[in-house]
């Protein structure tokens, strides 16, 4: 299907180069790997990256590098077209004065500078073939510099931009700069994390046994140690204490105490906000000497077990035996540049932060005429986006499918979690809702708590919920696509016919714990990172069936713009997964259609490429938050709270209503209540998307976008394919399964 209108396509946009470390500086001088008991089995170049300077090693062409992975074609001839994206540090706004230049390596051509756009954020120009040094600067503001061999076209290659001598970490294309604390250590848990009495308890025993004290603040951000909502500790070293001997000693007391816990160091604190490097990284190795990568990268950083992903065998995860983190990112540089690795980078501890703008003070305004309101001001959340039109649509169509929904249809969402006893998920007898599909089952399918590593459906009835104030978040998107309808509730879902699968996400995790929650959620084969622990996904039991979409309400960046130095790139274990879900998952007659990932875009009134790489990513669907005054004027959502305005930009693939949606939430005391943000918008969409595979279970995850797109009413570019239209959608689902020349709409147009 191709959409009637097309605002500027995203790019898988695979770096077409090799990169090499530029001139920045790391927090502590770099000191090569030993490589003794590699001795003459070194095949690779990783031998030379224990006595040479990554400046001094060879250029390697694209395809030397990336193998398979380098989509485009080399030109014989040239020139290319190089355009790069400038992503500032901490703020929304490009800096205005920054040079972006290639300056060319053996002085055969001139020096380039590209040009700035339209887009402040995007520079292009026209570039001679050749070896580069690609920097950018300005501002006060320096980019870490990356040697080019150019080749071919570069497509929107980003340049992280932060202060002068900050080290940087590499993830997916981008070289992020750091601010980094030498003098603190983060501790921080993946699962549940002890309670803050708990945590007091502990961090006073273990400051009595390791050089460390608990972190109180007063270097002017005025926190306690406790941050990310419980998911991470930061402590303080003692004086000449060595970091790399207390990371070690504070593993060793949380283990005899059986708490697990990854130790590491802070990087990017701002606030309550922080992410954690510690020693586990991934890594993707050229296609042509895997093996031997393997096994050279096992011995240079005493990796006892490097593993595999299931999908993309030339990505591995391993824990280093060390700690020296200056040393480890310097080492992975010269691996890059010998060209035994494509990419090394940490498996971060993100803190992922909900996309919603709730207005304060609940209201408590029921009736589902607040969902569908007749009037010239559509502000229902039904109305706005045609529901009611969509549902008279599925029944009268040639299908017969119950009108809110096929309980063949399975709907996810990886939120903050659910309860399960509350009145619109179980309907007012205590029964589990049903699905509309004749089988008897629960509507809620499968609830699992990845925070307490236990199920929250009918099959532990003894499963307590959390406290209202964790989980208003996943019951306010839950209910926007799943509650319980017809069942003498005050609120209408989208969806609520198609079954609901229900995952809850720690506040904290790592790029591989969530990539592997996102696949077990597809029922696809899911690599260990962490073999040994078994409340990895890897473990979890089977879902029964998979989801056929999957509903994230949530990114990497919190509405106030990035963290600290700079905003996130793509992981590559994550990227693996996104392969894996739309290429073979969500199967039917035996064949992979791909599971549609749907991405709230932010609330930080920015361009969601260089915001939220997960809404961003072209294997997802991207949705902003838009409203309409009336029927024909359409205009972006204000300002809901201090998180912001929506993200916008040519990533962005519909909106929809994001601005006082009516829906549930604990701490509400009659429903409707309202609910906002891209959140609200992106649980919108998924829940038309579970009518519109109702209406036609045989479309691709492509053809799902294509139908979104096309029938999307459109009013500004920067807010994509325009606004969501669930009846048009669902039209155009029936339209495509329908013979040639059938006449399928005899008593006129069913969405006019």
Same mark, same amino acid.
């Given at each position: 299907?191709?959409?009637?209108?097309?605002?500027?396509?995203?790019?898988?946009?695979?770096?077409?180069?090799?990169?090499?470390?530029?001139?920045?500086?790391?927090?502590?001088?770099?000191?090569?790997?030993?490589?003794?008991?590699?001795?003459?089995?070194?095949?690779?170049?990783?031998?030379?990256?224990?006595?040479?300077?990554?400046?001094?090693?060879?250029?390697?062409?694209?395809?030397?590098?990336?193998?398979?992975?380098?989509?485009?074609?080399?030109?014989?001839? /040239?020139?290319?077209?190089?355009?790069?994206?400038?992503?500032?540090?901490?703020?929304?706004?490009?800096?205005?004065?920054?040079?972006?230049?290639?300056?060319?390596?053996?002085?055969?051509?001139?020096?380039?500078?590209?040009?700035?756009?339209?887009?402040?954020?995007?520079?292009?120009?026209?570039?001679?073939?050749?070896?580069?040094?690609?920097?950018?600067?300005?501002?006060?503001?320096?980019?870490?510099?990356?040697?080019?061999?150019?080749?071919?076209?570069?497509?929107?290659?980003?340049?992280?931009?932060?202060?002068?001598?900050?080290?940087?970490?590499?993830?997916?294309?981008?070289?992020?700069?750091?601010?980094?604390?030498?003098?603190?250590?983060?501790?921080?848990?993946?699962?549940?994390?002890?309670?803050?009495?708990?945590?007091?308890?502990?961090?006073?025993?273990?400051?009595?046994?390791?050089?460390?004290?608990?972190?109180?603040?007063?270097?002017?951000?005025?926190?306690?140690?406790?941050?990310?909502? /419980?998911?991470?500790?930061?402590?303080?070293?003692?004086?000449?204490?060595?970091?790399?001997?207390?990371?070690?000693?504070?593993?060793?007391?949380?283990?005899?105490?059986?708490?697990?816990?990854?130790?590491?160091?802070?990087?990017?604190?701002?606030?309550?906000?922080?992410?954690?490097?510690?020693?586990?990284?991934?890594?993707?190795?050229?296609?042509?000497?895997?093996?031997?990568?393997?096994?050279?990268?096992?011995?240079?950083?005493?990796?006892?077990?490097?593993?595999?992903?299931?999908?993309?065998?030339?990505?591995?995860?391993?824990?280093?035996?060390?700690?020296?983190?200056?040393?480890?990112?310097?080492?992975?540089?010269?691996?890059?540049?010998?060209?035994?690795?494509?990419?090394?980078?940490?498996?971060?501890?993100?803190?992922?932060?909900?996309?919603?703008?709730?207005?304060?003070?609940?209201?408590?305004?029921?009736?589902?005429?607040?969902?569908?309101?007749?009037?010239?001001?559509?502000?229902?959340?039904?109305?706005?986006?045609?529901?009611?039109?969509?549902?008279?649509?599925?029944?009268?169509?040639?299908?017969?499918?119950?009108?809110?929904?096929?309980?063949?249809?399975?709907?996810?969402?990886?939120?903050?979690?659910?309860?399960?006893?509350?009145?619109?998920?179980?309907?007012?007898?205590?029964?589990?809702?049903?699905?509309?599909?004749?089988?008897?089952?629960?509507?809620?399918?499968?609830?699992?708590?990845?925070?307490?590593?236990?199920?929250?459906?009918?099959?532990?009835?003894?499963?307590?919920?959390?406290?209202?104030?964790?989980?208003?978040?996943?019951?306010?998107?839950?209910?926007?696509?799943?509650?319980?309808?017809?069942?003498?509730?005050?609120?209408?879902?989208?969806?609520?016919?198609?079954?609901?699968?229900?995952?809850?996400?720690? /506040?904290?995790?790592?790029?591989?714990?969530?990539?592997?929650?996102?696949?077990?959620?597809?029922?696809?084969?899911?690599?260990?990172?962490?073999?040994?622990?078994?409340?990895?996904?890897?473990?979890?039991?089977?879902?029964?069936?998979?989801?056929?979409?999957?509903?994230?309400?949530?990114?990497?960046?919190?509405?106030?713009?990035?963290?600290?130095?700079?905003?996130?790139?793509?992981?590559?274990?994550?990227?693996?997964?996104?392969?894996?879900?739309?290429?073979?998952?969500?199967?039917?007659? /035996?064949?992979?259609?791909?599971?549609?990932?749907?991405?709230?875009?932010?609330?930080?009134?920015?361009?969601?490429?260089?915001?939220?790489?997960?809404?961003?990513?072209?294997?997802?669907?991207?949705?902003?938050?838009?409203?309409?005054?009336?029927?024909?004027?359409?205009?972006?959502?204000?300002?809901?709270?201090?998180?912001?305005?929506?993200?916008?930009?040519?990533?962005?693939?519909?909106?929809?209503?994001?601005?006082?949606?009516?829906?549930?939430?604990?701490?509400?005391?009659?429903?409707?209540?309202?609910?906002?943000?891209?959140?609200?918008?992106?649980?919108?969409?998924?829940?038309?998307?579970?009518?519109?595979?109702?209406?036609?279970?045989?479309?691709?995850?492509?053809?799902?976008?294509?139908?979104?797109?096309?029938?999307?009413?459109?009013?500004?570019?920067?807010?994509?394919?325009?606004?969501?239209?669930?009846?048009?959608?669902?039209?155009?689902?029936?339209?495509?399964?329908?013979?040639?020349?059938?006449?399928?709409?005899?008593?006129?147009?069913?969405?006019?």
């Amino acid at each position: 299907m191709t959409p009637a209108h097309t605002p500027r396509e995203r790019s898988l946009g695979q770096l077409p180069g090799i990169i090499v470390p530029g001139l920045i500086l790391l927090f502590g001088s770099w000191l090569p790997m030993s490589l003794a008991a590699v001795g003459e089995e070194c095949k690779l170049n990783a031998c030379r990256c224990a006595d040479i300077d990554p400046s001094e090693l060879p250029l390697l062409s694209p395809t030397q590098l990336y193998g398979a992975y380098s989509k485009t074609v080399p030109k014989p001839d /040239g020139p290319a077209n190089v355009s790069v994206y400038i992503i500032p540090p901490g703020y929304s706004q490009a800096p205005p004065d920054i040079d972006v230049i290639l300056l060319p390596i053996g002085g055969k051509s001139n020096v380039v500078r590209l040009k700035p756009t339209k887009n402040p954020y995007l520079y292009e120009g026209i570039v001679p073939l050749g070896a580069y040094v690609l920097s950018a600067f300005g501002s006060g503001l320096l980019a870490p510099s990356r040697r080019l061999v150019i080749d071919r076209d570069i497509s929107g290659l980003p340049l992280h931009l932060g202060k002068p001598g900050l080290p940087y970490y590499r993830m997916g294309r981008g070289l992020i700069p750091f601010t980094p604390r030498p003098d603190l250590v983060a501790v921080a848990f993946e699962y549940n994390p002890p309670d803050p009495g708990s945590a007091r308890r502990i961090a006073e025993v273990l400051t009595k046994d390791v050089p460390v004290r608990v972190y109180d603040g007063k270097d002017g951000d005025g926190l306690p140690f406790i941050r990310a909502g /419980g998911y991470v500790w930061l402590l303080q070293l003692g004086p000449d204490a060595d970091r790399a001997s207390v990371m070690a000693d504070i593993r060793s007391h949380l283990e005899e105490v059986k708490i697990s816990a990854r130790v590491g160091i802070p990087i990017d604190l701002d606030g309550d906000h922080v992410r954690v490097l510690d020693n586990q990284f991934v890594f993707r190795v050229n296609t042509d000497v895997i093996e031997t990568a393997r096994r050279e990268i096992s011995t240079l950083f005493g990796i006892s077990s490097l593993r595999p992903n299931s999908f993309d065998k030339s990505v591995w995860v391993g824990r280093l035996k060390s700690d020296d983190t200056p040393r480890i990112l310097r080492t992975i540089d010269c691996l890059v540049g010998a060209g035994v690795v494509a990419t090394g980078e940490p498996d971060l501890l993100i803190e992922f932060v909900d996309h919603d703008a709730v207005p304060d003070g609940w209201p408590d305004d029921p009736g589902y005429s607040k969902q569908y309101s007749n009037g010239t001001q559509r502000s229902g959340n039904h109305s706005y986006q045609r529901v009611r039109e969509a549902w008279n649509l599925l029944y009268v169509s040639s299908l017969q499918v119950p009108h809110i929904g096929s309980g063949d249809v399975y709907i996810g969402s990886l939120d903050r979690g659910i309860n399960p006893s509350h009145p619109e998920v179980s309907d007012s007898s205590g029964t589990a809702c049903t699905a509309n599909d004749s089988d008897g089952t629960p509507q809620l399918a499968t609830c699992f708590d990845s925070v307490r590593q236990q199920s929250c459906d009918n099959s532990n009835p003894s499963y307590v919920a959390p406290p209202d104030s964790e989980i208003q978040h996943g019951m306010a998107v839950f209910g926007i696509m799943s509650a319980c309808t017809h069942n003498g509730g005050e609120v209408a879902a989208i969806a609520p016919g198609t079954h609901h699968i229900a995952v809850r996400r720690s /506040g904290t995790t790592s790029t591989t714990f969530y990539a592997n929650t996102l696949t077990w959620m597809g029922r696809l084969p899911i690599s260990c990172p962490t073999p040994d622990d078994p409340r990895d996904p890897c473990h979890w039991t089977p879902i029964n069936r998979a989801a056929d979409v999957i509903n994230c309400s949530h990114g990497f960046t919190p509405p106030d713009g990035c963290v600290g130095s700079s905003c996130f790139a793509l992981p590559t274990w994550i990227d693996a997964a996104f392969q894996a879900l739309v290429t073979t998952g969500r199967i039917r007659n /035996g064949a992979p259609l791909g599971v549609v990932l749907v991405y709230s875009a932010g609330n930080a009134g920015a361009p969601v490429e260089l915001q939220e790489p997960l809404a961003a990513d072209p294997r997802t669907i991207a949705v902003a938050n838009c409203r309409a005054r009336n029927d024909n004027d359409v205009t972006l959502a204000p300002q809901e709270t201090q998180a912001g305005a929506s993200n916008f930009g040519a990533a962005v693939d519909v909106c929809a209503l994001g601005f006082n949606a009516q829906t549930i939430t604990p701490l509400c005391a009659q429903a409707p209540c309202r609910f906002g943000g891209t959140s609200a918008a992106a649980a919108t969409v998924s829940g038309a998307i579970g009518l519109i595979l109702s209406e036609n279970p045989d479309l691709k995850w492509t053809d799902v976008r294509d139908v979104l797109r096309s029938s999307a009413r459109q009013f500004d570019a920067s807010y994509g394919f325009g606004l969501l239209d669930v009846c048009h959608a669902v039209k155009r689902a029936h339209e495509a399964k329908a013979a040639p020349g059938s006449d399928l709409w005899p008593n006129g147009d069913p969405c006019p």
